[in-house]
C-alpha cells in the first residue's frame, strides 16, 4: 500500500532510534520513498550515513549546510510528505510538539506539515507515566495525531515497563494500514455492541465496570473505513466515534442496550458483540439516595439481566455473522469455546487476563479468535486499532467463505 507514498521519518535522541535503520528498510521495502529529518543527539544514537545508505536520500539534521550556506526548508519537507512518521518520539520532543516550540528542523517540519503524522513513542516508564507525559500525549491526540502506542518490557535503564518503542514492523504495519483503503465492507451493516452497561442502585449509584469501549470503537472505525454502515450501541464510555459512517445510539443499562440490539439486529450482516454487560442488575432502583445504616451489613438483591449475544444469537438469520468476546481468566480455551457454542457466535475472540497489557483498559489488546469450525488462530499483542483490523480482516474472509 506504500506503493510511491513519501514517508517523512523524523528521528528524535532516544536509545530506540537504533530500530530506525530497520522500519526505514521496511518502510522502501513496502515501496514508500523515505526522507529522515532528525534532531541533533538523534545523531549519537544512529549516524545519518546508516540513514543515508538505507534510504538512498540525504538526511537533514540543521536549518542550513554549515559548508555552503544551502537552506534546508522545513516548509518543503512537509510539502513533499504524504505522511510524517517521528520515530522515536521522546517525552522532549512530545512536550515540544504539544507546546509549539520549533527549536529544531523536526519541529519546524512539524509545525509546517499539512499532511498525517504519526508518533512512536520512546521512553522509560516513569517517564511514559508521568501526568505531563499523558497530558501531552492526549494534546497531540486531540490535535490529530496518530499515536503508536509503546509497549511493555524491557527499558533501556534496566527497568522493565510500557515505554519502549512499538517495533518496527509494527510501526510499518501501522503506516501501512492508514493509507489502505479497502472498501470491502461496502453496501454491509454492522452492529456493535460496546463498553459497559451501569445498573442503577439509586439516583446516584449503579453497578459498572472497567470496560472502556476501545476495542468496539475501534472494531466500529475500522468497519466504517472499510465501507460498512454501522450501527454502534455504546454503554458509558468516555471514547468518541469518529467516522462519518457511524451512527451512535448511547445506552446506559444491559436492558437499554437490549432493546436496541434488539431493534437493530434484523437489519445487520454483520454483528459484534464487544460490550462488557453486567450479568445482573439491582432487583430495585431506590427512588432516593440511598442513606447510611447505623449498624450492620447492606444487602442488594440481584436480578438476572439478559444475555443480549445469547437471544441475537437465537435470532441469527441466514448469512448473517456474528462474533463476541471472552474475558476469561482460567481455562481459557475451553470456557471460550463453549460461550462460542452456547451463544451460537461464528467465532469469539479470546482475551486472556494472563496477558500484560491485554484487554480492559489497556490501549493494546493480545487476542486469540476461536472458530466454530474447531480452527485457532492466535495473534500478537498489538495496539487496539490494529487487532480491530485483523478480527475485520477474519470476518471478511469467514464471510467470503
Ligand atoms: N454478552 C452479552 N450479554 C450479556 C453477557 C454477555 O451480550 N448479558 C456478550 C458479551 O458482549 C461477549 C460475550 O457475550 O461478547 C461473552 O461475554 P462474557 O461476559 O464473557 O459471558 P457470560 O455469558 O456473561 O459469561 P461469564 O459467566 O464468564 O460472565
Not at 117 to 129: E, N, S
Not at 320 to 327: D, K, P, S, V, W
Not at 348 to 375: C, H, M, P, Q
Amino acid at each position: 500500500m506504500l506503493n510511491g507514498k513519501h514517508i517523512l521519518l523524523g528521528i528524535t535522541g532516544g536509545i530506540a532510534a537504533y530500530k530506525c535503520a530497520a522500519l526505514a528498510r521496511l518502510l522502501v521495502k513496502k515501496g514508500a520513498e523515505v526522507k529522515v529529518v532528525m534532531t541533533p543527539i538523534a545523531r549519537q544514537f544512529v549516524t545519518p550515513l546508516t540513514m543515508a545508505t538505507v534510504t538512498k536520500n540525504p538526511i537533514v539534521v540543521d536549518f542550513f549546510d554549515p559548508e555552503n550556506g544551502a537552506w534546508n526548508s522545513h516548509v518543503s519537507l512537509g510539502m513533499w510528505a504524504d505522511l510524517y512518521l517521528i520515530a522515536p518520539a521522546t517525552a522532549n520532543s512530545i512536550g515540544k510538539m504539544a507546546h509549539g516550540v520549533a527549536d529544531n528542523l523536526l519541529l519546524t517540519s512539524y509545525l509546517s506539515a499539512k499532511c498525517p503524522v504519526f508518533i512512536a513513542p520512546a521512553m522509560d516508564l516513569d517517564m511514559y507515566a508521568h501526568p505531563t507525559t499523558t497530558r501531552n500525549l492526549e494534546t497531540l491526540k486531540a490535535d490529530g495525531v496518530h499515536i503508536v502506542e509503546p509497549e511493555s518490557g524491557f527499558l533501556a535503564s534496566g527497568l522493565e515497563g510500557k515505554g519502549r518503542m512499538a517495533e518496527p514492523e509494527t510501526i510499518a504495519e501501522a503506516v501501512d494500514a492508514f493509507f489502505e483503503e479497502k472498501q470491502d465492507l461496502a453496501g454491509k451493516t454492522v452492529v456493535i455492541t460496546a463498553g459497559p452497561t451501569y445498573e442503577k442502585l439509586d439516583p446516584v449509584r449503579f453497578i459498572g465496570n472497567y470496560s472502556s469501549g476501545k476495542m468496539g470503537f475501534a472494531i466500529a472505525e475500522e468497519c466504517a473505513k472499510r465501507g460498512a454502515k454501522v450501527k454502534l450501541i455504546a454503554g458509558p464510555v468516555s471514547v468518541k466515534a469518529v467516522h462519518e459512517n457511524i451512527e451512535r445510539i448511547d445506552v446506559e443499562s444491559a436492558l437499554e442496550m437490549r432493546d436496541a440490539a434488539v431493534r437493530l439486529a434484523n437489519d445487520a450482516d454483520i454483528i459484534v458483540l464487544s460490550a462488557a454487560v453486567a450479568d445482573y442488575r439491582p432487583a430495585t432502583m431506590a427512588d432516593h439516595k440511598i442513606k447510611r445504616e447505623k449498624t450492620g451489613a447492606m444487602t442488594i438483591e440481584l436480578v438476572p439481566n439478559p444475555d443480549i449475544a445469547a437471544e441475537l444469537g437465537k435470532m441469527k438469520k441466514d448469512g448473517q455473522l456474528i462474533f463476541g468476546f471472552a474475558l476469561e481468566t482460567n481455562d481459557e480455551q475451553f470456557n471460550a469455546t463453549g460461550k462460542c457454542e452456547r451463544k451460537n457466535f461464528d467465532f469469539i475472540v479470546l482475551n486472556s487476563l494472563n496477558d500484560k497489557n491485554a484487554g480492559f483498559r489497556y490501549d493494546t489488546n493480545k487476542v486469540t479468535i476461536i472458530d466454530r469450525d474447531g480452527s485457532i488462530t492466535p495473534y500478537d499483542l498489538k495496539s487496539k486499532v490494529l487487532v480491530a483490523k485483523d478480527i475485520i480482516d477474519y470476518t471478511i474472509k469467514k464471510l467470503n467463505k
